[in-house]
């Protein structure tokens, strides 16, 4: 079997280094952003104010509402008696006992909330993380002549499924689905980065239709839930 060629390998902070065969040698290269970070056609940044609930009103003017309503009826119903000078007090005291009003119960009884505990993240971030995915899938498929290229794009693929994982999940997708779903896509989108660079270009490729499919997925559900349109990516190369 013939020497193994040079190959670059991911070894942290941004940079590649080369290893002839079984050897390191001192050559290093940085990972450099190479396409704009967001595509235009990502809209629905700003966040959206929520207008407060109303505030549940008093009860005690329905109270002292009732209770003069009351007061004057029985006024009205006694008049005649009065009239007549022979108004008779004991007896008032069981019609006021009779038409005392019943007490109001007010139960102010809390909506379900429907607000999202984004840990300090904002619909704009998801649009800045999930909106690079296209466009990083995009870069896989123009610099596919570029074995060097290719590689670092993938591999660049990778490392923005785990920092999407990062954030939280969005409003209505399910936390354990979005970790375990960015965990998935890295995981593949560095396998293929490794095929590729070993001349499995097939493989590579096979991996990379999964992940397009799943950050599709992905794609939809966060689309949903802030009301944004992240484009997303042919699922054919």
Known sequence: MGAEEPRWYYVGDGQLRLKEGENWTDEYQKIESRRAAVPSQVLGAESVPQEPLPGAKSSSRTLVWLVT?????LVVGT????????LNLGSLKPNLSASAPNAVTVSAQRAPSTSWDGGGYTKADYVKQVGKIPVLLSDVRTDSGDDLATHIDLMSLGFQFDAIRGLPAPPRVDPAWWAATNTTMSQLSQQAAE??????????MARLGTVVKSSNTMIAKVNTAFGIRIPLSKTAA
């Not at 309503?69 to 009826?73: E, G, K, M, R, Y």
């Open 69 to 73: 309503c009351a007061v004057l009826i």
């Open 79 to 86: 008049g005649a008696a009065a009239a007549k000078g022979s």
């Open 195 to 204: 095929q590729w660079a070993g001349g499995d270009r097939k493989a590579a």
